[in-house]
């Protein structure tokens, strides 16, 4: 058995808690809610930690991100049944409200994000047609078949045959697709290869468009014009408008887009470590760490106070990238504000005061302090800059 992973995932962090490999071809998609409003990065903590015995191939943020957490190739363990998790690929997706009485709802970007993830599986894996029969004979299953829990509470359980019919209706799209005709006019040729789009474009949508699950698209949206936040083959997301006060993460079929500023900024990619340092903003407050090691792409990148940070793909954050050779060294007496609050053995403080000066140093570790006299810290000089 030959198993690939989705290309839709914005980052990658693999949970020892597994079976390797599967010892069944994948036949079923199991989705559960993760009973909590979490983005993929909290969910990547959750099941890296052994002690949880948990763990899911995929998992959906609140704002639609995937990450990859248990290779398809291998048995997650999620649904209380080992028949299911070696047949099935399972995906927990974050809910938008706590709650029973909320019902237990997800955001629109992760139920956008859920469907194009179950079109990606069932095309890999060769699955024609996703299925719910209420019970374990379905392609679509769900954890309380298997054990006497709610999950994946109400909302998801409700939208089950909606689910199936946006994901299938997809699939038949792609079966149905016409083969190209080498007699189009060549205006034809120009209009399609005209749409190339890519990441940073700034687009305008159809007024015939649809998301790219065939739901409908509100007016409000079609009026503006959005910069494009991510490409993956035809599906590009949406997430900026033009005056960026707002933020939507939906996608769209790129043939709904024509494209009205090409972006100019070139991207490329940088090598991480697991323990790499997110960011919020350049120079703004720490997230977590990179949570895996490997490949990155980076979109954007800006200077603050002589430390260059580059704004990651996957929107997860912002990186250090380096120290400017240009920024002026720090001395002993110079008053510096923290951009990083980790003290030099790797603890985290609260920052109180606007600046600090500097009472010590020595090599990369400066000693620091909030009045000029009494000691606040040491910290590296990495995580501080003049003032």
């Known amino acids: ?80 049944s080992p028949w299911n998790d070696h047949r099935a690929v399972t995906i927990e997706v974050s809910n938008s409200a706590y709650g029973d009485a909320s019902g237990w709802p ?64 997809q699939l038949n799209a792609i079966n149905n697709k016409p083969t190209v005709n080498n ?26 468009a649809t998301y790219y699950t065939g739901t409908s698209i509100p007016s409000w949206v079609k009026s503006e014009k959005w910069y494009v936040s991510s ?22 079929n790129t043939k709904f887009l024509t494209v009205v500023k090409v972006s100019s900024k070139k991207t490329y990619t940088v090598s991480l470590k697991s323990t790499d340092i997110l960011y919020a903003t350049a120079g703004g407050k720490t997230k977590g760490n990179v949570g895996t090691s490997g490949i990155f792409t980076i979109v954007e990148d800006t200077t603050v106070n002589g430390v260059k940070y580059g704004k990651l793909k996957s929107g997860a954050g912002w990186v250090k990238l380096s120290t400017t050779s240009t920024s002026t060294p720090i001395k002993k007496g110079d008053w510096v504000k923290v951009i990083n609050n980790t003290t030099y053995d790797g603890k985290k403080f609260t920052v ?36």
């Open 1 to 80: 058995m030959k198993f690939t992973n989705s290309q839709l995932v914005s980052t990658t962090r693999i949970s020892p808690n597994r079976t390797s490999p599967r010892n069944q071809p994948i036949t079923k998609i199991t989705p559960h809610h993760m009973a909590g409003v979490c983005t993929i990065e909290q969910f990547g903590n959750i099941v890296a930690n052994p002690s949880r015995q948990m763990s899911a191939n995929y998992g959906i943020g609140n704002d639609g991100r995937i990450i990859l957490t248990c290779p398809e190739g291998d048995r997650s363990w999620c649904s209380s």
């Open 352 to 387: 109180y005061a606007s600046k600090y000066k500097v009472l010590e140093l020595n090599g990369k570790r400066a000693v620091i302090s909030s009045d000029g006299k009494n000691v606040t810290c040491a910290i590296n000089i990495a995580n501080i800059a003049k003032v």
């Open 231 to 252: 490409v993956s083959g035809d599906r590009a997301v949406l997430g900026l408008n033009e005056t960026k006060n707002r933020n939507i993460q939906s996608p769209v």
């Open 106 to 169: 997800i955001s629109n970007a992760a139920y956008e994000s859920l469907i194009a993830l179950c079109v990606d599986i069932c095309k890999r894996n060769n699955i024609p047609k996703l299925v719910f029969t209420g019970d374990t004979s379905g392609s679509l299953t769900f954890h309380y078949m298997y054990a006497a829990t709610a999950c994946p509470g109400p909302w998801l359980k409700a939208h089950a045959q909606d689910l199936c019919n946006k994901v299938n209706a």
């Open 183 to 208: 007699n189009k006019t060549s205006s034809q040729t120009t209009t399609t290869s005209s749409n190339k789009i890519k990441t940073g474009d700034l687009v305008t949508i159809s007024s015939n």
